[in-house]
Each structure stands twice: as C-alpha cells, then as structure tokens.
C-alpha cells in the first residue's frame, strides 16, 4: 500500500531526491520547509511552508502524514553554532511530538556519521575500523553533538511507542556518484571522516526503506557508499592517519571505513549501490518476513 509521506526539509539537497523518489515509488508526499523555500504544488506533492523550531507550524506540516523523513536542519559550521543546536535539536524533539500526536507509524531522522564525532572535531578519534554504529562518540562541535542528541531523541520516543519503526540514517558526503566523489576525494583532506560519502540516490532510497521498515523500535544505521573516495587502499590509509587503530574485519582494496551490515540487513539496503532501482521496501511496507 502506497503512502502518504511528510518530507521535512524538502526543498534541500537530499530533500529533493528523497521527494522525487517517493513519487517515483507511488506515495503521496507532504513536502516541508521553511516559508519561502518550498515548491511549487506537482500531482502527488503538496508543499507546506513550516518552521520546525516551531511546534505548531510543525504539527501542521505533518497533518495528515503516516511516516515522516526529516531531513530539516542546519549544517555547522555555514550557521552559528547555537542556531545548529536549536534548529537540529528542537526542530527534531517537534517533529517527534507531531509524529505521535498524529499517529505516525515511520519515522526516519537525518543523522551523521559525525554524531560520534568526525569532519568537525579537532582530532577525531576512533577506537576501531571498520566503524560501526556502537561505536562511543567523542563529539565535540554543535553539529556533531545534535546529531548525537537527535539519536537519543529517537531511541526515547521510541521506547513510548513500541510499535513503531524509529531509524536514524547516519549520512555522509552526499555526492552524485562515485566519480564526483573520487573526483572530489584527497588522502590528507578527507582523513577526519574516513574518506566516506554515498550517493543522493542511494541515500534517497534508504530514506524510503527506513521510513516503511516493517520491523518497530529504535535503531541507528550507516548509510555510507562500500568504497571510499580515493583509490589509496583502505589499510594503507588507516595505517598512515591512524596507526594503531585495530582492524576488526578485513578492509579489501578501497573497502568503506562505516560498517553498512545493519542497513543491509535490516533495511535491505546495498551500499554498492549508487543508483538503486526503486524496489519493493520502497514502495510499501512489507511484511516483516519479507
Ligand atoms: N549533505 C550531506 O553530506 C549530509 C551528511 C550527513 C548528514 N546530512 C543531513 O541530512 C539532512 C539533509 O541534508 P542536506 O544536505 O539536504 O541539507 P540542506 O541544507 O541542503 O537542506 C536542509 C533543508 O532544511 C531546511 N531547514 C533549515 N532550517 C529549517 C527550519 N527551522 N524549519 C524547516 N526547515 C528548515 C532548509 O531550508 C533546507 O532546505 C540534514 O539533516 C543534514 O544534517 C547531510
């Protein structure tokens, strides 16, 4: 069954992939954003301006959704780090109250890899490669640390409602394919955050697939590209930037730095690949044994 899905921050970059996508995949979607940035009405895409720092504007805006994808917020450091804290944290503590006020039974938050501290710390420090998701944060920047903040927001409001699917998506480097990434990748530059990235097209479907998880309760997921952006190999890396990180599992050739098995297994989402067809978990929730 084809749903009716709110999309906060619409009009961003992820915001109109994740929007054309759900179309794409048969849903009609509420499409929001801060007055004056939104769109134009299209067939299954009704737009609706909100602030989400806002409890009203944002129980508006999700009127009428059965699963959101929030994808509103600020990026430190291109706004003030208080203004990041506000609008990431209590934009999505609204979002959250909406979403059970109306019953929401999908709701899937735009996090980061940088929730355990990464591309904005001064020394990022990581225990072990691959990264997963239990892996401690040391975040220490505002943007970090709403994301950070954003996760436990998720695990607490699911542990009220046991039923529902609660996913916070650690996204990183949204790029349009591996090319740009590559194109874009530098060893020394991109060493803070693990050479990481995905694609907006990958990224998109894993937004859907969150949002109609047929499986309740909280959980944290990489959506991270299988290869870095450099063609450096992935030991080589870690032993120059970060000698004396242990190895749990073997890193191939230009293998990812963020363990994906949640996503895949969960979610059924691949992180090798870029531009996914739109498949069924897409489409409608399956039943959890599919
Ligand atoms: N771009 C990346 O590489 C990346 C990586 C990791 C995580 N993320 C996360 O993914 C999400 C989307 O990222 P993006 O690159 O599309 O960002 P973006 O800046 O392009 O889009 C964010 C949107 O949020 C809207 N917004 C900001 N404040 C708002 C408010 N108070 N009320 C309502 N809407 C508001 C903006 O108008 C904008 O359209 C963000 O939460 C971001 O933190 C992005």
Redesign the pocket.
């Known amino acids: 069954m084809q749903l009716r899905i709110a999309v906060?921050?619409?009009?961003?970059?992820?915001?109109?992939h994740v929007v054309a996508r759900a179309v794409r995949a048969g849903h009609e979607v509420i499409a929001?954003?801060?007055p004056g940035?939104t769109g134009k009405p299209d067939g299954r895409v009704e737009w609706r301006g909100?602030?989400?720092?806002?409890l009203e504007?944002?129980r508006a805006a999700l009127a009428g959704a059965q699963a959101v994808i929030?994808?509103?917020?600020?990026?430190h450091p291109?706004y003030p780090e208080p203004e990041v804290h506000r609008?990431?944290v209590n934009?999505t503590y609204h979002v959250l109250v909406a979403a059970e006020e109306h019953g929401l039974d999908g709701v899937c938050?735009?996090?980061?890899?940088?929730a355990i501290g990464g591309v904005y710390s001064a020394a990022p420090r990581y225990d072990y490669f691959p990264v997963d998701e239990d892996h401690p944060t040391y975040a220490e920047d505002p943007?970090s640390l709403s994301?950070w903040i954003v996760e436990q927001q998720s695990a607490s409001f699911a542990r009220r409602r046991p039923d529902v699917a609660f996913s916070a998506?650690?996204?990183?480097?949204?790029?349009d394919d591996a090319a740009s990434a590559l194109r874009d990748g530098q060893d020394e530059r991109n060493r803070k955050d693990l050479w990481g990235?995905?694609s907006f097209d990958a990224?998109a479907a894993a937004c859907l697939l969150a949002a109609l998880r047929p499986t309740p309760g909280h959980a944290v997921y990489h959506v991270v590209a299988d290869r870095t952006t450099t063609s450096t190999p992935s030991t080589e890396l870690a032993a120059r930037w970060y000698p004396g990180v242990p190895l749990r599992a073997p890193m191939a050739g230009t293998a990812g730095f963020y363990a994906t098995t949640r996503a895949t297994a969960d979610l059924g989402w691949d992180p090798a690949d870029d531009h996914p067809e739109i498949g069924p978990g897409e489409r409608s929730r399956l039943p959890a044994s599919a």
């Open positions: 906060t921050g619409a009009a961003g970059r992820l915001g109109r929001t954003d801060l940035a909100a602030d989400l720092t806002d504007q944002t929030h994808l509103g917020g600020l990026v291109r609008v990431n934009g938050l735009a996090s980061s890899i940088n943007y994301k998506l650690r996204l990183h480097g949204l790029r990235w995905v990224a």
